[in-house]
């Protein structure tokens, strides 16, 4: 079964330019998140998405940052400005549902340098 | 957001060595869940527990889900070079689906 999948691997941006990450989760998982892990410390989540509608987008900063899935599996993650401080490891993940506990399984992520 | 404190932040251990981490909550979770990430990778599960007290076995690694639900640990047995990563706790607090990652523990294996 193949895993989640993210692309770019890496990204180089200078401040105040514009950047977006792709993802497509397992097939047929209806749940999908993003995070943001910073250098030394754990994952935060960003938005989650269960089919093409957000069921938390809580901690999103929605000023600068948008995400979508309109067709309900793969999704994107832009920003726009960029930021010194959004230099982070964007992680994609995905579940086959919404029940607590669930195994999330985690893509490879995006490193973001913003200089 | 809520805090989860990790500890140690990193160790040094010797291949072959028992090596324990803790994770510690101010509240109570549901679940505890524990995950490896090896660089330039995402985290990838390794054991998960659901009731308080349970105790979980995966190969070399256990864990227990604390009494208290404020609590797990991690523990690794005769340490391998491959054990080398990040292991983050995290948790789900009691109806929800978010997961509260704690920092990390940075483990690094001298040959």
């Known amino acids: 079964e193949a895993g989640v999948a993210q692309s770019p691997r890496y990204k180089i941006i200078e401040k105040r330019q514009s950047v977006a990450f792709w993802c497509n989760p397992i097939?047929?998982?209806?749940?999908l998140y993003w995070y943001q892990q910073i250098l030394g410390q754990g994952p935060k989540l960003l938005i989650q998405?269960?089919?093409?509608?957000?069921?938390?987008d809580s901690q999103l900063p929605k000023d600068r940052f948008s995400a979508e899935r309109l067709k309900g599996v793969d999704s994107t993650l832009k920003i726009q400005p960029a930021k010194l401080e959004d230099s982070a490891v964007y992680l994609c993940?995905?579940?086959?549902?919404?029940?607590?506990?669930?195994?999330?399984?985690f893509g490879p992520g995006t490193r973001l340098l913003v200089l | 957001g809520q805090q989860l404190n990790q500890s140690p932040q990193s160790m040094f251990i010797q291949e072959g060595e028992d090596v324990s981490m803790n994770c510690t909550s101010s509240?109570?979770?549901?679940?505890w869940l524990w995950y490896k990430q090896d660089p330039g990778e995402g985290p990838v599960l390794l054991i998960a527990l659901y009731k308080a007290g349970e105790l979980t076995s995966n190969g070399r690694l256990t864990a227990q889900f604390g009494i208290t639900r404020k609590d797990s640990f991690l523990n690794i047995s005769a340490s391998i070079p491959s054990d080398v990563g990040i292991y983050f706790c995290?948790?789900?607090?009691?109806?929800?689906?978010?997961?509260?990652f704690g920092a990390g523990t940075t483990v690094t294996v001298r040959a």
């Open positions: 995290a948790g789900q607090f009691p109806g929800d689906y978010k997961l509260s």
């Open positions: 998405f269960q089919n093409n509608g957000v069921v938390d």
């Open positions: 993940a995905s579940t086959p549902g919404i029940d607590t506990g669930e195994t999330q399984y």
């Open positions: 097939s047929g998982h209806a749940t």
């Open positions: 509240s109570i979770f549901n679940t």
